[in-house]
């Protein structure tokens, strides 16, 4: 092979080829080189490195060509829903359970400790059944001391009506006696009187005589009224004794009736629903002791996401299912406040229950918002939210392609579509979270 003015450097040796290979400098170590057989293993080199540079940017094109694609789906795992345009009943969903109407809690009068358990829960009541029975040793000593002051009372009564009727008895006989005495004065002073006349008596006797009936008759006046303030003290006194004994009965009734209470009633028929007491535990005052509802007067009391729960209000229409048994009710009370968030929503249920409802069964309940008029709407996708907007993928042949779309009022499986779609086209219902860095997918 020809070479013409070829010039090699390498560190500090020089070469310099010329035609035929005449014409070489020599390096300073004083040694010669090999040129043809150098050249063909640098070539070689050279190609090997282009080689190696070229397969690695086929390599990186290939990838970039391969992260670009769209990514594929299969379209029978896809839920696609279409546009459709027409009237649109606005429900909202929300489960709960069935809870009595009227519920009477029984509770214990006064701390006490469980004694025997009579009925267990289910069973059947009437008012005036003993569920329970509770002992208070305080209780019962206070009807027996209750007890001994009325007999103290009642003693005490006899006693002094027989002080005050011998009182009365004693100022009687006063009076009588004075009384007797009186009319023996005046029969001696009309006698006095009728010898003056006759000149038998002197004036002196005769008027002494009449002033001694005059005296006797003004005591015997006095002694009347004291015997009249007897007998009126008599009475009162008599009186307010029997008014503490009364109050005192009274009293002892009401001990008696706290001793009576420890033996609970369920007060209302109906079921016992709960009883969460056992012999020998001690019970607080107060404190709730069993459940007796009604089981013939049940509502379902729903738990509805707080975000659904502003537009229902009382008097809506309500279908709540029990397990298969569909009951039509109303709205009859919207909690004010939201708990875990739920709102608690009571439904007033219409016409007779079937058998298998009973206190807190499991039921899912909707309730009828308003019925819209002629608009666009399309079933809920797993991505969107009533009155906002979602990127959604709309089914374009074989292809899905991601759109903005403006969602309105929301139902329970249709929302209402504001702008971004048109009667008759098809979006992706399904969650496409997965999705999230493509504006496109194929579809098989």
Same mark, same amino acid.
């Given at each position: 092979?020809?070479?013409?003015?070829?010039?090699?450097?390498?560190?500090?040796?020089?070469?310099?080829?010329? $035609?035929?290979?005449?014409?070489?400098?020599?390096?300073?170590?004083?040694?010669?080189?090999?040129?043809?057989?150098?050249?063909?293993?640098?070539?070689?080199?050279?190609?090997?490195?282009?080689?190696?540079?070229?397969?690695?940017?086929?390599?990186? *094109?290939?990838?970039?060509?391969?992260?670009?694609?769209?990514?594929?789906?299969?379209?029978?795992?896809?839920?696609?829903?279409?546009?459709?345009?027409?009237?649109?009943?606005?429900?909202?969903?929300?489960?709960?359970?069935?809870?009595?109407?009227?519920?009477?809690?029984?509770?214990?009068?006064?701390?006490?400790?469980?004694?025997?358990?009579?009925?267990?829960?289910?069973?059947?009541?009437?008012?005036?059944?003993?569920?329970?029975?509770?002992?208070?040793?305080?209780?019962?000593?206070?009807?027996?001391?209750?007890?001994?002051?009325?007999?103290?009372?009642?003693?005490?009564?006899?006693?002094?009506?027989?002080?005050?009727?011998?009182?009365?008895?004693?100022?009687?006989?006063?009076?009588?006696?004075?009384?007797? $005495?009186?009319?023996?004065?005046?029969?001696?002073?009309?006698?006095?009187?009728?010898?003056?006349?006759?000149?038998?008596?002197?004036?002196?006797?005769?008027?002494?005589?009449?002033?001694?009936?005059?005296?006797?008759?003004?005591?015997?006046?006095?002694?009347?009224?004291?015997?009249?303030?007897?007998?009126?003290?008599?009475?009162?006194?008599?009186?307010?004794?029997?008014?503490?004994?009364?109050?005192?009965?009274?009293?002892?009734?009401?001990?008696?009736?706290?001793?009576?209470?420890?033996?609970?009633?369920?007060? *209302?028929?109906?079921?016992?629903?709960?009883?969460?007491?056992?012999?020998?535990?001690?019970?607080?005052?107060?404190?709730?002791?069993?459940?007796?509802?009604?089981?013939?007067?049940?509502?379902?009391?729903?738990?509805?996401?707080?975000?659904?729960?502003?537009?229902?209000?009382?008097?809506?229409?309500?279908?709540?299912?029990?397990?298969?048994?569909?009951?039509?009710?109303?709205?009859?009370?919207?909690?004010?406040?939201?708990?875990?968030?739920?709102?608690?929503?009571?439904?007033?249920?219409?016409?007779?229950?079937?058998?298998?409802?009973?206190?807190?069964?499991?039921?899912?309940?909707?309730?009828?918002?308003?019925?819209?008029?002629?608009?666009?709407?399309?079933?809920?996708?797993?991505?969107?939210?009533?009155?906002?907007?979602?990127?959604?993928?709309?089914?374009?042949?074989?292809?899905?392609?991601?759109?903005?779309?403006?969602?309105?009022?929301?139902?329970?499986?249709?929302?209402?579509?504001?702008?971004?779609?048109?009667?008759?086209?098809?979006?992706?219902?399904?969650?496409?979270?997965?999705?999230?860095?493509?504006?496109?997918?194929?579809?098989?």
């Amino acid at each position: 092979m020809t070479m013409a003015n070829l010039q090699i450097h390498r560190g500090d040796e020089t070469v310099r080829v010329s $035609d035929g290979g005449a014409g070489m400098d020599q390096p300073r170590g004083g040694r010669g080189l090999d040129l043809p057989r150098r050249s063909r293993k640098r070539r070689r080199l050279v190609l090997a490195i282009v080689g190696v540079a070229a397969a690695l940017g086929g390599a990186t *094109y290939a990838l970039r060509r391969v992260s670009g694609a769209a990514p594929t789906a299969d379209r029978d795992e896809l839920w696609i829903g279409t546009v459709e345009r027409g009237p649109l009943l606005l429900q909202v969903q929300g489960q709960g359970s069935l809870v009595p109407e009227d519920v009477h809690w029984v509770s214990a009068p006064m701390a006490g400790r469980v004694v025997r358990v009579l009925v267990q829960p289910g069973a059947v009541v009437h008012a005036h059944d003993v569920l329970l029975e509770l002992s208070n040793p305080d209780a019962e000593l206070a009807a027996l001391d209750a007890d001994r002051e009325v007999s103290a009372a009642r003693v005490q009564l006899t006693t002094l009506q027989a002080s005050l009727d011998g009182q009365v008895l004693a100022q009687e006989s006063t009076v009588t006696t004075l009384d007797g $005495d009186r009319a023996m004065a005046d029969k001696r002073a009309r006698i006095d009187s009728d010898m003056k006349d006759q000149g038998v008596v002197a004036s002196l006797d005769a008027e002494e005589s009449s002033a001694k009936s005059e005296q006797l008759a003004g005591r015997v006046r006095f002694e009347q009224r004291r015997l009249g303030a007897l007998r009126r003290g008599q009475a009162a006194q008599l009186k307010a004794q029997q008014e503490q004994i009364a109050r005192l009965e009274t009293l002892a009734a009401f001990r008696h009736h706290q001793v009576e209470s420890l033996r609970l009633e369920a007060g *209302y028929d109906g079921v016992l629903q709960d009883m969460t007491l056992q012999a020998g535990q001690s019970v607080a005052a107060g404190a709730p002791c069993a459940k007796v509802v009604d089981p013939s007067r049940l509502k379902a009391q729903l738990r509805i996401p707080e975000i659904q729960a502003k537009d229902v209000g009382v008097g809506l229409h309500a279908t709540v299912d029990l397990h298969g048994a569909k009951v039509e009710g109303t709205v009859s009370r919207v909690d004010p406040a939201a708990v875990g968030g739920t709102v608690k929503v009571d439904v007033a249920l219409d016409g007779a229950l079937p058998k298998a409802a009973r206190p807190d069964l499991t039921v899912d309940g909707m309730i009828e918002l308003d019925r819209t008029g002629d608009i666009l709407h399309v079933g809920r996708p797993a991505l969107g939210d009533a009155q906002g907007t979602a990127n959604v993928f709309k089914v374009v042949g074989d292809e899905a392609v991601r759109v903005p779309v403006a969602f309105g009022r929301a139902s329970i499986k249709d929302i209402e579509v504001v702008r971004g779609l048109a009667a008759g086209d098809r979006i992706i219902l399904s969650d496409t979270s997965r999705w999230d860095g493509v504006d496109r997918i194929r579809l098989k």
